[in-house]
């Protein structure tokens, strides 16, 4: 059975654990990390000391993009992952994309939800919002073109930035209009592995 190490309150755990749920696939996920700590088990499986990792049949796997593309290609051969080079590149574009919008993201997430009241800092919060709304821009017309960032179909290119496109609709910062993006999101929610996987409460 398939292994997934990491607690669902990260986002790179929440898009392994959607795409788990999205194709039904029997798992288990262990808490690591956090408040929940490393140890050397994890330590030997991932010398990165970071989350999430997989254990499936014998591979063990790190680096959540990766995870998405592996779990893809061998539990659901061209059903998240298009097997015409073309339509997968446009996907996983995205999923390369999405690692620039986190280091925009992270100072607001990090101050708004990790950190007391006490300890925040409002420009460092009111800087990285404005860094996520320019690239919230950038999504917004690519959606204006097409229904899923992974095409003309739901894919894996849409997962990483639907974790995070969760949190920008969460955090409780001043966001532009942006109808295309939200429309993406509001389909989204609509799907039950992201309800149950990714729509939780921010901590």
Known sequence: MLTIWGRLNSHNVKKVAWLAAEIGMPHVRCDVGGQFGMNDAYLALNPNALIPTIEDDGVVLWESNAILRYLAAKYAPGAYWSDDPAVRAQGDKWMDWQFAYADAQRDAFLNLVRLPTEKRDPACVARSAAACAQHMAVLDEALSRQTWLSGDRFGIGDIP?????????????????????????????????FAAQVMIPLT
């Open 161 to 193: 930035m639907g974790v995070y496109a969760h949190s920008w609709f969460s955090l409780p910062i001043e966001r532009p209009a942006v109808p295309h993006v939200a429309g993406w999101y509001e389909r989204l929610k609509t799907r039950p592995a």
